[in-house]
C-alpha cells in the first residue's frame, strides 16, 4: 500500500541490450490509477495501474524499453510511488524480452 512495500527478486542477465518489460496483474476497477515503479538495476520504469476487470482477470502491460549494460545479476524491485489506501495490484509477472 506504499512505497516501504516492495517485492524484491534477484535475476540473472546473459545478454547485455535493449530488453521490452511487460508486466502482468489483476486490478479491480478501483484500484486503477495507483503509481507504480519497477527497478531493476540502475534502470527505472513507472506505470499507473490500470483496472483489468472485477476478480483475477489478469492482463499485460507493456512497461518501455531499458538497457541492461552488463550481464549478470540485477536486484528487480516492484513498488506503489505513494501512499495507496488498498493494495497496488495482484502481481503475477514482470517479462524482459530482448529488442533486435
Do not use: C
Amino acid at each position: 500500500t506504499g512505497p516501504a512495500d516492495t517485492v524484491t527478486w534477484r535475476i540473472s542477465v546473459s545478454q547485455t541490450g535493449k530488453y521490452q518489460a511487460r508486466i502482468r496483474y489483476s486490478a479491480p476497477p478501483d484500484w486503477a490509477g495507483g503509481k507504480y515503479e519497477v527497478r531493476i538495476g540502475s534502470e527505472l520504469l513507472s506505470g499507473n495501474v490500470q483496472a483489468t476487470g472485477a476478480g483475477y482477470q489478469y492482463r499485460v502491460f507493456d512497461l518501455g524499453n531499458l538497457n541492461l549494460s552488463r550481464a549478470g545479476g540485477y536486484d528487480v524491485a516492484i513498488r506503489p510511488s505513494g501512499e495507496l489506501p488498498h493494495s497496488l495490484m495482484y502481481f503475477q509477472s514482470l517479462e524482459l524480452a530482448p529488442v533486435f
